[in-house]
């Protein structure tokens, strides 16, 4: 029902940090739970993170305590703050918007972390 486009992927050293954002157009993004998932090369993808309309946040086991997941219905823009990042983070990073059991999905970005 959104269109969503991702942007602030790039190439990081092991430790450092990568703010990505996914900014939504359409109308109802307060509506839209909002989950980030990513895709390694020859991995399935996975997910990351979700923002539930209703603000509750979710992580996988594995970015837990290093990633944040938030989001700005003004700007309907939802952002995911990635600090101590590792090698086994690098992927290509999707924005998923599901309401009332419609998606869509973003093009992605790349995030690259050097050892």
């Known amino acids: 029902q959104v269109q969503l486009v991702e942007s602030g992927g790039g190439l990081v050293q092991a430790g450092g940090s990568l703010r990505l954002s996914c900014a939504a157009s359409g109308r109802s993004f307060s509506t839209h739970d909002m989950r980030w998932y990513r895709q390694a090369p020859g991995k399935e993808r996975e997910f990351v993170a979700v923002s539930w309309k209703s603000g509750t946040t979710y992580y996988a086991d594995s970015v837990k305590g290093r990633f944040t997941i938030s989001r700005d219905n003004a700007k309907n823009t939802v952002y995911l703050q990635m600090n101590s990042l590792k090698p086994e983070d690098t992927a290509i990073y999707y924005c998923?918007?599901?309401?009332?059991?419609?998606?869509?999905w973003g093009q992605g970005t790349q995030v690259t972390v050097s050892s």
């Open positions: 998923n918007a599901v309401n009332s059991g419609i998606g869509s």
